[in-house]
């Protein structure tokens, strides 16, 4: 329907409009109308279309895909699983095939064009009525509460839609929370700059994520046989980069982790870079009278931990379940959508404060690499190791001190 009708429902209104239609809306939107709720989804964009993103999805995002039917959809696609994680630190190299999440026992690294698709088209199958380049201009409102939206479509009209409820999956510069003016909090100015681009023939299987002091190269492998090649490097470097960032890259590679460059070398590079140093880590308060946020337009950090749309996809759960309390009248919005904040930041907090330490680039400490060191003839903690990455094991769980002295006096590598 795209573009062709003028949001039908919007004399009537909508229960929920939803500002964005990327990972955080379009799941938000098909979760409500699965709900058997009322539900408009719009985007300035249209789609298929790319967005500034790298794309590995570990297995706890992949989890939700599977329980929302999505998953097989998305694999038929050519997406390749990935079971198998690899670490490199220098001194050590580890492999491992971490534990399931809910029964999920692979992660996929989807091109944004064709995830962000899927799911915009999963969201239509279950009754979203949908509206690509559909500019949200502002926000409707009657006192502090937000009772709606006004924007403009793709053929230049401008309407106004109505609506109980207005969520902005807007992304982190959302003009939804700018507009109510939502609070931030746990805020800490970027900390890392990253650029990324293709790469065909690199005969990746597995992900592969090289660690170094001041450096981090990952490498995934995605659609069409191609693989997504990432170089992170300190916020600091930003302004020496962009000067030249095909050249700082490549330099970057070569000078922290020449066993790699070797391998790009052999391979050809396929498409232009992209990157940001814009990487601000934040939560805001994702609620307000008649308006809710999901995704990075309620809670924002760096990259390094690929974990901005698995949280997208939970946070739709958690937010789409609170709306249907509201919607249903079984409990007041703000108890409800004050319940959402509550679930987000509990399951979220531990992994944003691993996130901070990891987008660090710190060289190991001594006691870690003792740590890896042990791992290395012991698959099985290795696995539960990967299982951080993977998103089914806590790292307050791998890191407690009594499995680590449980795994150094294993490998009889316990300090006296
Ligand atoms: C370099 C980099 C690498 C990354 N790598 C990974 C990774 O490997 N794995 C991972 O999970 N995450 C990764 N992320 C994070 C991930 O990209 C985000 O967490 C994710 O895209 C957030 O999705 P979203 O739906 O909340 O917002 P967005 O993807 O930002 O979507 C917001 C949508 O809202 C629309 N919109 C905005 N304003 C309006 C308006 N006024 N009217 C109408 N529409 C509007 C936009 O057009 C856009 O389509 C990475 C990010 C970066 C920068």
Same mark, same amino acid.
């Given at each position: ?38 539900? !408009? ?13 790298? &794309? ?151 992900? !592969? ?13 995605? &659609? ?12 600091? /470097? ?15 590679? #070569? ?15 396929? /498409? ?27 809670? &924002? ?22 709306? &249907? ?53 012991? #698959? ?37």
């Amino acid at each position: 329907m795209a573009g062709a009708t003028a949001v039908t429902g919007a004399g009537r209104g909508y229960d929920v409009v939803v500002v964005g239609a990327r990972v955080a809306g379009s799941a938000t939107a098909m979760l409500l109308a699965r709900m058997g709720h009322r539900v !408009l989804l719009v985007d300035r964009m249209g789609f298929p279309s790319d967005t500034m993103s790298s &794309h590995f999805i570990p297995f706890y995002g992949a989890a939700r895909l599977e329980r929302w039917g999505l998953l097989d959809r998305l694999l038929a696609t050519g997406c390749p699983p990935v079971a198998r994680l690899t670490s490199d630190w220098g001194q050590v190299r580890l492999t491992g095939r971490p534990p399931a999440y809910q029964g999920t026992r692979v992660g996929v690294c989807p091109r944004r064009y064709v995830l962000d698709k899927l799911l915009i088209d999963a969201a239509v199958e279950s009754g979203v009525e949908f509206e690509e380049r559909f500019l949200v201009t502002e926000l409707l409102g009657d006192g502090d509460r937000v009772t709606g939206v006004r924007g403009r479509t793709s053929s230049g009209a401008r309407v106004t839609v109505p609506a109980s409820f207005v969520v902005g999956a807007d992304g982190m510069r959302s003009l939804v929370a700018r507009t109510v003016g939502a609070e931030e909090y746990n805020t800490v100015p970027p900390l890392t700059v990253t650029y990324y681009t293709y790469f065909e023939n690199l005969n990746l299987d597995d992900l !592969l994520i090289h660690w170094r002091p001041g450096r981090c190269v990952p490498a995934i492998p995605t &659609h069409d046989g191609l693989a997504v090649v990432l170089c992170g490097s300190p916020h600091a /470097e930003w302004r020496e980069l962009r000067k030249d960032v095909e050249g700082g890259y490549f330099a970057a590679i #070569e000078r922290d982790v020449p066993e790699f460059a070797e391998r790009l070398r052999d391979a050809r590079r396929v /498409e232009r870079f992209s990157g940001t140093h814009h990487v601000p880590n934040f939560f805001r308060k994702p609620f307000g009278p008649g308006w809710a946020l999901v995704g990075d337009a309620g809670y &924002h950090k760096d990259p390094v931990t690929a974990l901005g749309m698995s949280d997208a996809f939970r946070d739709a759960e958690y937010l789409a379940a609170a709306l &249907h309390e509201a919607l249903e009248g079984a409990r007041p919005a703000d108890e409800a959508l004050a319940e959402y904040e509550v679930r987000r930041n509990r399951d979220a907090e531990p992994l944003y404060k691993y996130t901070l330490e990891q987008a660090r680039y710190q060289p190991l400490d001594r006691l870690t690499a003792r740590v890896l060191k042990a791992l290395e003839d012991n #698959e099985e903690d290795r696995d539960q190791f990967f299982g951080i990455l993977a998103g089914s094991v806590l790292p307050e769980e791998f890191s407690a001190l009594d499995n680590i002295v449980r795994i150094l006096t294993r490998a009889g590598l316990m300090p006296t």
